[in-house]
Nanobody, 127 residues
Framework: QVRMVESGGGSVQAGGSLRLSCAAS????????AAWFRQAPGKEREGVAS???????TYADSVKGRFTISKDNAKKILYLQMNSLKPEDTAMYYC?????????????????????WGQGAQVTVSS
């Protein structure tokens, strides 16, 4: 069983930065794939970035070069550093984790494969 609690959302002007954190618990968390998803009003949840147990990272094209996913295994905290934010990044952001490896972890479309989710953190970017 994995529990995940997010923090760090907020409002920022375009071009600004925010960092999301996701504190996890559970003995197996460090062996899991961890990811960030986001959902804007009226849209489907979409993958933003993932990191596998070996630290390999995958990003959606829309955030490459602006967002960085990282993980502190000792503290069991997942991060998402978001720079050069745009109004289209406005959404509820969710952390997620599950026992996924290889291509399954790198495929950011596989929303339904994740069974462990944070409560969500709102990110609002104004122009």
């Amino acid at each position: 069983q994995v529990r995940m609690v997010e923090s760090g959302g907020g409002s920022v002007q375009a071009g600004g930065s925010l960092r999301l954190s996701c504190a996890a618990s559970g003995p197996t968390y460090n062996r899991y794939c961890a990811a960030w998803f986001r959902q804007a009003p009226g849209k489907e949840r979409e993958g933003v970035a993932s990191i596998d147990a070996d630290g390999r990272k995958t990003y959606a094209d829309s955030v490459k070069g602006r967002f960085t996913i990282s993980k502190d295994n000792a503290k069991k905290i997942l991060y998402l550093q978001m720079n050069s934010l745009k109004p289209e990044d406005t959404a509820m952001y969710y952390c997620a984790a599950d026992a996924l490896w290889g291509a399954a972890c790198r495929d950011l479309r596989e929303v339904s494969r994740y069974n462990y989710w944070g409560q969500g953190a709102q990110v609002t970017v104004s122009s």
